[in-house]
């Protein structure tokens, strides 16, 4: 739809430009490799490309360490490149958003190279520049000037030797902590932003954007217990001039220009904050990534010490993000993106030897989070079923975060095998892993060596293979994008979970006015029957049957019939 709310029937497509498709066999997939996949995209349906970032950048994790944000890193093209793929999108009616990594630099960025020049750079106040603690010696265990562990391990103080004194960094030591106190700060990332637009771009992801408010005394944290180091989350996530620094964003760059979409990267962002970041009244973004779902299966001190989920346990949290949502604000859908491991390895169920629940699991995850209240997003990959990387080794990983998690982990006293298995499930390279095009060499990404290895299901899970079989993973996708585009009930309705009798059955209505649709979908391996209240079932009764994951269910339009493992259903009324 058009006006200021087309996002709201619009389908998300994240590519991740360092594995999507490699064009001239360095082993990187980039921009002209983008080009040649368009196709695949448009046969898709989706409305929207959201690339993971390509500006210039020391690739110290992947691009979300950026040294020039007006220029293309030479791995993935050029400008002249960059517009090219613009103009080929916008040619097939879709619309492109760029990363937004304006949390933190990379420290060889400019800017950061004036700051640690010295004491007295202007730009010096650019960054978190603090002395080591109480007058300790700069370098000395314990001396950083807080006590906060960054994201990928380790303290998030990184000393630098010119001026003795140490900057922040939540992130990678190379990816140093912008300082929006700073107006100047602010000024340049708008006049940035502002650039890209009036290149053509449609608006942007924004990377953990509500880290970029700090408690400015940056106070030390409660330890973990026996840990020396602590989560200093509280100190700068939803920070006091959050709100503030959106609200000017918006003003300085978002303000009377049209068919944008803005979405926030938004860690540890409760529900009633939620509301906060995408009240339309509010103008500060269009939606918000939430991480609730995806932490539920974290252990309790790491990610990486990860549990299964019981069947249900997902649906009452996304359930309980739909009703939050309900009256103010909108919900960007997502089970899967390049930090996260596989959708259908971690919420479904691929084991081969458990009988053939890899489809349909795959399916039936798709069609109860495509057709919540919200906006879909699809990671590349996700529409032909892929899978967790199986690897083994410390060799076969790449991620920076892995890399430091294995190190502090040994060092911390686990095996390797123990350090292994929490990578072999929470790793982000389980994303990372090239598409699998076809059945040619390296699945078709590239003629060179991949920069990380192909999983080796390729030679079954290919968009080749699924292409033209209409009861493929894929086709099963492109069918629920375009339900999405005929029935307006799907972005606009209402949403009520309804009792099924069985936590592992996720079913709910949408309304809106006289279109009623109703989404029965059991989220487990077993076979498991709905029981509905009986004014729940009288309204469904005779209702038709607009979409199965079970080819040749269609004709058996009874809800209270039993769900087979993983089956999922679509009625209208
Ligand atoms: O991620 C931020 C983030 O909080 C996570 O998803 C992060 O990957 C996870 O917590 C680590 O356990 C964003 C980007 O999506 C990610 O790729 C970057 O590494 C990170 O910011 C820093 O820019
Ligand atoms: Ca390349």
């Known amino acids: 739809s058009t006006g200021p709310d087309w996002w709201k029937s619009a389908v998300v497509y994240q590519i991740y430009p360092r594995s999507f498709q490699d064009s001239n066999g360095d082993g990187i997939g980039d921009l002209p490799g983008i080009r040649q996949r368009l196709d695949h995209l448009e046969r898709l349906g989706v409305d929207v490309v959201w690339l993971s970032p390509i500006y210039r950048s020391p690739q110290a994790d992947n691009g979300y360490d950026i040294s020039d944000y007006q220029d293309i890193d030479p791995v993935f093209g050029t400008l002249d490149d960059f517009d090219a793929l613009l103009a080929d999108l916008h040619a097939r009616g879709m619309k492109l958003v760029m990363d937004l990594v304006v949390n933190h630099t990379s420290d060889e960025h400019p800017w950061f190279v004036e700051s640690r020049s010295s004491v007295d750079s202007p730009k010096r106040d650019w960054y978190w520049w603090r002395p080591a603690r109480d007058g300790r010696d700069p370098g000395t265990p314990g001396a950083e000037p807080n006590n906060w562990e960054s994201f990928f391990s380790g303290p ?12 922040l960094h939540l992130f990678d030591r190379k990816q140093a902590d912008l300082n929006w106190e700073n107006p100047e700060v602010r000024e340049a990332v708008y006049a940035m932003m502002r650039w890209w637009l009036d290149r053509g771009v449609d608006g942007f992801r924004m990377d953990v954007i509500n880290l970029i408010s700090k408690v400015p005394s940056l106070p030390d944290a409660e330890p973990l217990p026996g840990r020396a180091l602590a989560n200093g989350a509280p100190y700068y996530t939803s920070g006091p001039r959050l709100h503030e620094f959106l609200q000017e964003m918006h003003r300085e760059v978002f303000a009377g220009r049209d068919g944008l979409l803005t979405v926030g990267e938004t860690p540890g ?17 269009d939606m918000v990534f939430q991480f609730e779902h995806v932490g539920l299966d974290h252990g309790p001190v790491t990610k990486f010490r990860s549990r299964r989920l019981e069947p249900g346990e997902l649906a009452a949290n996304l359930t309980r993000w739909q009703d939050a949502l309900a009256e103010t604000g909108w919900n960007s859908l997502y089970l899967e993106n390049h930090d996260q491991a596989r959708s259908v390895t971690r919420f479904g169920d691929d084991r081969t030897d458990h009988g053939a629940h890899w489809r349909t699991s795959a399916t039936a995850l798709a069609t109860m989070l495509h057709l919540q209240r919200g906006t879909p997003y699809v990671y590349q990959g996700q529409e032909i079923g892929m899978t967790n990387a199986p690897f083994a080794l410390i060799e076969d990983f790449r991620d920076v975060e892995s890399l430091n998690f294995y190190a502090a982990d040994i060092e911390s006293g686990s095996s390797p095998a123990e350090a292994l298995l929490g990578l072999a499930s929470m790793s982000r390279d389980n994303a990372r892993t090239p598409v699998q095009w076809d059945g040619s060499e390296n699945a078709g990404f590239t003629t060179g060596t991949p920069w990380i290895a192909v999983n080796p299901n390729a030679d079954r899970i290919t968009v080749a293979a699924q292409e033209d079989d209409p009861h493929s993973v894929l086709a099963y996708y492109r069918s629920l994008i375009a339900l ?4 307006p009930v799907i972005a606009d309705g209402s949403f009520e979970r309804l009792d099924a009798g069985d936590d592992a059955i996720f079913a709910f209505e949408r309304v809106l006015g006289d279109d009623r ?24 009764e005779d209702a038709e049957v607009l979409l199965t994951n079970l080819p040749g269910s269609e004709g058996a339009p009874d809800v ?6 993983w089956e999922a259903k679509v009625y209208s009324a």
Do not use: C, K
């Open 484 to 487: 999405r585009h005929a029935h």
């Open 517 to 540: 649709m109703l989404v029965v979908a059991n989220l487990s391996s077993d076979e498991r029957i709905p029981r509905f209240a009986s004014t729940a079932f009288e309204r469904w």
């Open 156 to 167: 998030a103080w990184q000393l630098d030797e010119a001026t003795g004194e140490y900057y």
């Open 269 to 285: 962002v409760t529900p009633p904050e939620a509301v906060l970041f995408t009240d339309p009244a509010r103008h500060e973004v």
């Open 560 to 565: 209270a019939a039993p769900l087979a493992p």
